[in-house]
Structure formats: structure tokens, C-alpha cells
């Protein structure tokens, strides 16, 4: 079965420069969430979308922006990067009320 | 303020000395509780979901059970390949997540 696909899965770059992460959501899933996990920290959340309108909000720093597209891919945009940035960056989507997120393999982000 | 908290936050058990973990949470208007297991590097990989005190859920030797304020992660017989860390998350207009469990099993 098709799973959550995400890209790029490692990314590095220099403070003050600009990242994008894309997500690609399962089939006919209808929301995507964005999570953040720092090296032995639990996720935690960005943002999510339901139906490609912005759902909810989290711990998302002003530097950070995401969208949802027709297509329910999603891209989660990064400027002004900082050291801080440094985590794991995952997607899941879900189909609303039909149980748990699935996950994708993570973007990990290396800010030097 | 809505909190998940789980504990231990580490556990080591040999291999086949069953136990279980523990996920309590202050959050109100429960939609549902998720268990998933993340090994290192990884996307968390989900196992359950529970909506409704009493509810019960088993696969291998996992078996989930909620009640109003906490669920149990019980582990039947571990094997080593069942170390992983596991987290606990919650909904309500959005998943909260746990700290997480370590657990290693020792062959």
C-alpha cells in the first residue's frame, strides 16, 4: 500500500538560508499534519491542513510557512534558517475522523 | 492544560519478561488515543487506536487497553526486536503526543 512520501529525506544548510520540504499525503487522505522532533524529543506539532485550508496551528515559528495544494501535496517553507532548526521534520496524513495519523520516513534537516 | 504524559520514560526487560507502559492524559473531549512505535531515525509507525473507555486492541504480542484518564501498552513475551521507542498520542482538535517510552529488550 502507498505510503506518506516525503522529500528531500536529508537536507543541509547554512544558517539564514531557505529550506522546502514537500509532502505527499496517501491517496484520499484529506488532512496533513506537520510535526517537528529534536533528537530525543517527542514531535511536535507545526501546522495541518484539512481539504487544503490550514486546520490548526502549533509551535510554528513565524519563519515557517505551509501550504496545501489542489493536488493535497503539501510543502512546508523555512527561511531565515537558525541552528535551532536542526530536527527531524515529519508528515503524516490521516482521513479526518478515521483514526491516527500515518506517518512518512521524515525530512532531516542539518543547519550548520 | 492538556497533557499526555507516559512513563517509564525508559524500560529494559530480557527477552520474554512481559510489562507494560503507561500513557496518562489531563485532556478533555478525547476524540481518540493512538499508540505507534518509532524506531530511531524513522517516522513513527502507528499500531492503535482507541476511542472509548473499556476499548481493547491486540496485534502480536502488543495489546492496548483504555480507560478514562490513562491507556496501558502492554508487551507480552518481548523479543529484542521489539525495542523501539513508543509513543502515545491523543486527540482533540489536534494529536498531542507523549514523551515517549525507551524500551530495550536484552536477548
Known amino acids: 500500500a502507498a505510503g506518506v512520501i516525503q522529500s528531500p529525506r536529508h537536507l543541509i544548510k547554512e544558517k539564514r538560508e531557505t529550506a522546502t520540504l514537500k509532502c505527499y499525503p496517501i491517496?484520499?487522505?484529506?488532512?496533513v499534519y506537520w510535526y517537528q522532533q529534536g533528537p530525543g524529543q517527542d514531535p511536535q506539532f507545526l501546522i495541518s491542513?484539512?481539504?487544503?485550508?490550514?486546520?490548526d496551528k502549533g509551535s510554528i515559528p513565524d519563519r515557517f510557512s505551509a501550504q496545501q495544494f489542489s493536488d493535497y501535496h503539501s510543502e512546508l517553507n523555512m527561511s531565515s534558517l537558525e541552528l535551532g532548526d536542526s530536527a527531524l521534520y515529519f508528515c503524516a496524513s490521516t482521513r479526518k475522523s478515521a483514526g491516527g495519523p500515518l506517518f512518512g520516513p521524515g525530512t532531516r534537516l542539518t543547519v550548520l | 492544560e492538556d497533557q499526555v504524559t507516559q512513563s517509564p520514560e525508559a524500560l529494559r526487560l530480557q527477552e520474554g519478561e512481559s510489562s507494560s507502559l503507561n500513557c496518562s492524559y489531563t485532556?478533555?473531549?478525547?476524540?481518540?488515543l493512538f499508540w505507534y512505535r518509532q524506531d530511531p531515525g524513522k517516522g513513527p509507525e502507528f499500531l492503535f487506536t482507541?476511542?472509548?473507555a473499556g476499548e481493547e486492541k491486540e496485534k502480536e504480542r502488543l495489546k492496548a487497553t483504555l480507560t478514562k484518564k490513562e491507556s496501558f501498552l502492554h508487551i507480552t513475551a518481548p523479543k529484542p526486536e521489539d525495542s523501539a521507542t513508543y509513543l502515545c498520542a491523543v486527540l482533540r482538535n489536534q494529536f498531542y503526543f507523549g514523551t515517549g517510552t525507551s524500551l530495550t529488550v536484552i536477548p
Open positions: 491542513f484539512y481539504e487544503k485550508m490550514q486546520s
Open positions: 482507541l476511542y472509548s
Open positions: 491517496p484520499r487522505h484529506d488532512t
Open positions: 485532556v478533555s473531549g478525547l476524540r481518540g
